[in-house]
Each structure stands twice: as C-alpha cells, then as structure tokens.
C-alpha cells in the first residue's frame, strides 16, 4: 500500500522559512518521479515543485515559488523534502506529498502551512 506522510507545516512570520519533510512507503521511491503540490484557500491545487527519480536529476519549480522554494530527496531514506524560504502570506495552502504510479496518482494527508503578514 502506498502511502505518504507529510509533516513540518506550521504558522509562520512572512519572510520566514519552512522545512516540509514526506515519508514515502509502500512502493520503489528510488524509482519514481516526486512532487509537491499546494491549495491555498479558495483556488484549485496546484504544482510546487518535481524532482526526478535519479539525484540529480531534472527539477522542475511553479512560477510562484521558483528562486524561493527548493525540492530535494533522500532516495536511501525514502524521504522528500520542500524547503520553503522567504515565505509570503500567497503561499498559505495545504501542502501535499504525491507521485504518479500509473495508472493512478497517489496523494499524502496534507500539512497546512500559514503564513501571516
């Protein structure tokens, strides 16, 4: 069974950082492409960041967070990681661990991160 766990969000200052950390089980992590999405209040989930199977690999960030967020992984650990620097109030969302083992998506419980200005 795949599941994934994520863990490390909190409130948080604007300008502040974050480290978001996934535990993956249930399948070959080394093999996989990983992602993190987000859904802020009120807006439809979108991609953070991806990060390919083989470190280092192809990276890949959204537009909102390129320069400020960096993925990363740990493939003997079975770890992915989301440090999130110089955090604004526009990036308070859920924040979800997720990979695609077709034919199907597979998704974490969500951490919430909020940021206030």
């Known amino acids: 069974e795949v599941q994934l766990v994520e863990s490390g969000g909190a409130l948080v200052q604007a300008g502040g950082s974050l480290r978001l950390s996934c535990a993956a089980s249930?399948?070959?992590?080394?093999?996989?492409?990983m992602s993190w999405y987000r859904q802020g209040p009120g807006k439809e989930r979108e991609l953070v960041a991806t990060?390919?199977?083989?470190?280092?690999?192809?990276?890949r960030y959204g537009n909102s967070v390129r320069g400020r967020f960096t993925i990363s992984r740990d493939n003997a650990r079975n770890m992915l990681f989301l440090q999130m620097n110089s955090l604004k109030p526009e990036d308070t969302a859920e924040y979800y661990c997720?990979?695609?083992?077709?034919?199907?998506?597979?998704w974490g419980q969500g951490t919430q991160v909020t940021v206030h200005a």
């Open positions: 997720s990979v695609r083992i077709p034919p199907a998506r597979f």
């Open positions: 249930g399948f070959s992590f080394r093999t996989y492409t």
């Open positions: 990060i390919a199977a083989v470190v280092p690999g192809q990276i």
